[in-house]
């Protein structure tokens, strides 16, 4: 029977308990107050804007814009379809007799409210069209697709076209392209239309709007922008119907209050929509095989000056956004995805993730609800290869994706609970790949270890980090075993089976499982790590050790919940991932066993000698004859 504990080791044991129970405590209450600080109500706007979005007019002043060369508009009328054709042929005649074969100068010589109307063709300009301060003007190319009316900078101007405070503009059916910064770019402006509008082959953005509100954007194309082919920043308004391909990001919402990005088909870009800001609805789009990887021509002569690029071969980025995400929510507040198909997404369909801390700039009250994980538009399945990443940071954020076939974690908060889980601290892991790997400026190069940044097999951050953690992992559990060895009560035979085995097959599936991106394996890993140690603590205290059995089975105790929180029920009493509590403790826990194991053995004082009185007996007693 082992001998009991002295008593200096009970009153260790009930300190180490003691502030153990106090640390939960704290937990649970900073739990609570973390959901109120971090998920403040959204703020309430009362201003009314002075224009809502214009529609097309038919009527009014108008004012002519034709190509010089007749070849030249022979040529970009021939596509048009006949009726519209001889119409045009009509306006050319007008337009030679008193036109403009020059955009600005249509604008500087067109009335108020006035209607631009531009002939198909093809327009070069060396300095950027500007529309400063006028309200109520229309331009309208008149060809069946904004391609037959394509305006192009060569790469002589930072922007094509830019409209600033044009309120009331209804701009449609014309392409803007070969910028060196922006092709199109709206700023100041309340009350604007763009419908059918393109951009192609910009050093930056294709069509981007800034600081503006009630805007519609419509029905439009962006393709070929080395950073994103739709940008909104700080808007107030509404995207639908328009198309974004080839793009570093396809269509971007940075900024502002009460976005709808809606039926859009956003594809073929390394992130497909990203978006932040305060309420923000991502609805009924399309988002399909964003995986282009174009950083390995970064710093090659494919990235050289924009003129003598190769853009059918791909772009340059200009920042690092994740490859393989279809919608990506960054900081966002109030940000509602539901009804998006998603499908063929090489990394993740959606992933979000917001700012770490008590005072965190985003990541709050967002939902995820309704989407079609992994079916095309035309029926067949094509899989994600995970349909939801979420970092775990902020509060009031919850998932009903009964669709979902793979996310991570395994456990998201739904919908439906009561009790919603915030958090300050996202997963150890997670963290350190965002910090790694989050979005940046490639002028101070890609991030290694990323792989959604290019990073392949071994060289993967989550990788190389579980390689490390499970050699770790078994080394010091090893060394607990030879500490419990030393003890003058040391463990029977048989007594480490079943620790072992759980500990051990922890380590390997948690390689196997960071390998293979299962969320699922990954729980399971660590609740056996959790399990394996449990019962290593129990059998350390018996073995006169119960400090640092009851360090070892809480630990144990600590990643077991971990495990629960990944793959079963996200805890929602916890302010951090679980895995911070096991990871800061680890430490200490390391020092104690590597000390227990090699340091000098713990020796039994000797004790003081006992002097024995000698008894004397008489020489014979009466029995002695």
Same mark, same amino acid.
């Given at each position: 029977?082992?001998?009991?504990?002295?008593?200096?080791?009970?009153?260790?044991?009930?300190?180490?308990?003691?502030?153990?129970?106090?640390?939960?405590?704290?937990?649970?209450?900073?739990?609570?107050?973390?959901?109120?600080?971090?998920?403040?109500?959204?703020?309430?706007?009362?201003?009314?804007?002075?224009?809502?979005?214009?529609?097309?007019?038919?009527?009014?002043?108008?004012?002519?814009?034709?190509?010089?060369?007749?070849?030249?508009?022979?040529?970009?009328?021939?596509?048009?379809?006949?009726?519209? &054709?001889?119409?045009?042929?009509?306006?050319?005649?007008?337009?030679?007799?008193?036109?403009?074969?020059?955009?600005?100068?249509?604008?500087?010589?067109?009335?108020?409210?006035?209607?631009?109307?531009?002939?198909?063709?093809?327009? @070069?300009?060396?300095?950027?069209?500007?529309?400063?301060?006028?309200?109520?003007?229309?331009?309208?190319?008149?060809?069946?697709?904004?391609?037959?009316?394509?305006?192009?900078?060569?790469?002589?101007?930072?922007?094509?076209?830019?409209?600033?405070?044009?309120?009331?503009?209804?701009? =449609?059916?014309?392409?803007?392209?070969?910028? &060196?910064?922006?092709?199109?770019? $709206?700023?100041?402006?309340?009350?604007?239309?763009?419908?059918?509008?393109?951009?192609?082959?910009?050093?930056?953005?294709?069509?981007?709007?800034?600081?503006?509100?009630?805007?519609?954007?419509?029905?439009?194309?962006?393709?070929?922008?080395?950073?994103?082919?739709?940008? $909104?920043?700080?808007?107030?308004?509404?995207?639908?119907?328009?198309?974004?391909?080839?793009?570093?990001?396809?269509?971007?919402?940075?900024?502002?209050?009460?976005?709808?990005?809606?039926?859009?088909?956003?594809?073929?870009?390394?992130?497909? *929509?990203?978006?932040?800001?305060?309420?923000?609805?991502?609805?009924?789009?399309?988002?399909?095989?964003?995986?282009?990887?174009?950083?390995?021509?970064?710093?090659?002569?494919?990235?050289?000056? $924009?003129?003598?690029?190769?853009?059918?071969?791909?772009?340059?980025?200009?920042?690092?956004?994740?490859?393989?995400?279809?919608?990506?929510?960054?900081?966002?507040?109030?940000?509602?995805?539901?009804?998006?198909?998603?499908?063929?997404?090489?990394?993740?369909?959606?992933?979000?993730?917001?700012?770490?801390?008590? @005072?965190?700039?985003?990541?709050?009250?967002?939902?995820?609800?309704?989407?079609?994980?992994?079916?095309?538009?035309?029926?067949?399945?094509?899989?994600?290869?995970?349909? $939801?990443?979420?970092?775990?940071?902020?509060?009031?954020?919850?998932?009903?994706?009964?669709?979902?076939?793979?996310?991570?974690?395994?456990?998201?908060?739904?919908?439906?609970?009561?009790?919603?889980? =915030?958090?300050?601290?996202?997963?150890?892991?997670?963290?350190?790949?965002?910090?790694?790997?989050?979005?940046?400026?490639?002028?101070?190069?890609?991030?290694?270890?990323?792989?959604?940044?290019?990073?392949?097999?071994?060289?993967?951050?989550?990788?190389?980090?579980?390689?490390?953690?499970?050699?770790?992992?078994?080394?010091?559990?090893?060394?607990?075993?030879?500490?419990?060895?030393?003890?003058?009560?040391?463990?029977?035979?048989?007594?480490?089976?079943? =620790?072992?085995?759980?500990?051990?097959?922890?380590?390997?599936?948690?390689?196997?499982?960071?390998?293979?991106?299962?969320?699922?394996?990954?729980?399971?890993?660590?609740?056996?790590?959790?399990?394996?140690?449990?019962?290593?603590?129990?059998?350390?205290?018996?073995?006169?050790?119960?400090?640092?059995? *009851?360090?070892?089975?809480?630990?144990?105790?600590?990643?077991?919940?971990?495990?629960?929180?990944?793959?079963?029920?996200?805890?929602?009493?916890?302010?951090?991932?679980?895995?911070?509590?096991?990871?800061?403790?680890?430490?200490?826990?390391?020092?104690?066993?590597?000390?227990?194991?090699?340091?000098?053995?713990?020796?039994?004082?000797?004790?003081?000698?006992?002097?024995?009185?000698?008894?004397?007996?008489?020489?014979?007693?009466?029995?002695?004859?």
């Amino acid at each position: 029977m082992p001998p009991a504990p002295r008593s200096e080791n009970r009153l260790a044991a009930a300190v180490f308990l003691a502030v153990a129970l106090l640390g939960l405590g704290a937990a649970a209450f900073l739990a609570g107050i973390t959901a109120e600080s971090r998920a403040p109500d959204p703020p309430t706007d009362d201003t009314t804007t002075a224009f809502a979005p214009p529609a097309h007019r038919d009527t009014g002043p108008a004012v002519l814009v034709c190509p010089a060369d007749p070849e030249t508009f022979a040529a970009a009328n021939e596509g048009v379809n006949y009726n519209d &054709r001889i119409m045009n042929e009509q306006h050319y005649e007008d337009c030679l007799a008193g036109g403009h074969h020059d955009l600005a100068a249509a604008i500087a010589a067109a009335a108020p409210d006035a209607r631009i109307l531009v002939l198909p063709g093809t327009y @070069e300009t060396d300095e950027t069209i500007t529309v400063d301060g006028r309200t109520g003007l229309q331009i309208e190319g008149l060809g069946d697709t904004p391609d037959d009316v394509h305006f192009t900078a060569g790469f002589h101007a930072d922007t094509v076209f830019e409209a600033r405070a044009a309120d009331g503009l209804h701009l =449609s059916g014309i392409a803007f392209g070969q910028a &060196r910064d922006t092709a199109l770019l $709206l700023t100041g402006t309340t009350g604007a239309t763009l419908d059918r509008v393109a951009a192609t082959q910009t050093g930056a953005y294709g069509l981007r709007i800034t600081d503006s509100t009630s805007i519609a954007l419509t029905g439009c194309r962006a393709e070929a922008a080395d950073l994103a082919g739709i940008a $909104l920043d700080t808007v107030d308004g509404a995207v639908t119907g328009c198309e974004a391909t080839g793009n570093l990001v396809g269509l971007l919402a940075t900024g502002g209050d009460t976005l709808d990005l809606a039926e859009n088909r956003l594809h073929a870009n390394t992130t497909g *929509l990203a978006a932040t800001g305060h309420d923000v609805d991502v609805t009924a789009n399309l988002v399909h095989g964003n995986n282009t990887d174009h950083y390995d021509r970064l710093d090659t002569p494919a990235c050289g000056p $924009l003129a003598d690029r190769d853009w059918t071969a791909g772009i340059c980025p200009a920042r690092t956004y994740p490859s393989g995400i279809g919608i990506l929510i960054t900081d966002g507040v109030g940000v509602d995805v539901t009804q998006n198909r998603l499908w063929n997404q090489q990394y993740a369909a959606i992933a979000t993730w917001g700012t770490p801390g008590l @005072e965190g700039d985003g990541g709050d009250r967002n939902r995820f609800t309704a989407n079609t994980f992994g079916v095309r538009d035309d029926g067949q399945r094509q899989r994600n290869r995970l349909d $939801l990443w979420w970092d775990g940071v902020g509060a009031g954020n919850c998932f009903s994706e009964p669709d979902a076939f793979r996310t991570a974690p395994t456990a998201l908060p739904a919908c439906d609970i009561v009790s919603e889980p =915030s958090r300050l601290l996202a997963d150890p892991l997670r963290t350190a790949k965002l910090w790694q790997c989050g979005i940046g400026d490639t002028a101070a190069g890609v991030p290694a270890g990323c792989d959604w940044l290019g990073a392949r097999f071994t060289d993967r951050l989550e990788f190389q980090a579980a390689v490390a953690f499970a050699a770790g992992l078994l080394f010091l559990t090893g060394a607990g075993w030879l500490a419990a060895a030393r003890t003058d009560d040391p463990p029977r035979a048989g007594r480490m089976t079943f =620790s072992a085995l759980a500990t051990g097959a922890g380590g390997l599936l948690l390689v196997l499982a960071v390998w293979s991106g299962r969320a699922d394996y990954e729980a399971l890993a660590i609740g056996l790590w959790g399990f394996g140690w449990i019962l290593a603590g129990r059998s350390w205290r018996q073995c006169g050790m119960p400090v640092f059995g *009851l360090f070892t089975g809480f630990i144990g105790a600590t990643a077991v919940l971990d495990a629960i929180d990944r793959a079963v029920w996200t805890v929602p009493f916890v302010p951090v991932s679980p895995a911070w509590c096991w990871l800061a403790l680890l430490p200490l826990w390391t020092l104690v066993a590597l000390g227990l194991a090699f340091g000098p053995r713990r020796r039994e004082p000797e004790r003081p000698p006992v002097e024995r009185t000698p008894v004397t007996a008489p020489s014979h007693d009466r029995f002695d004859w």
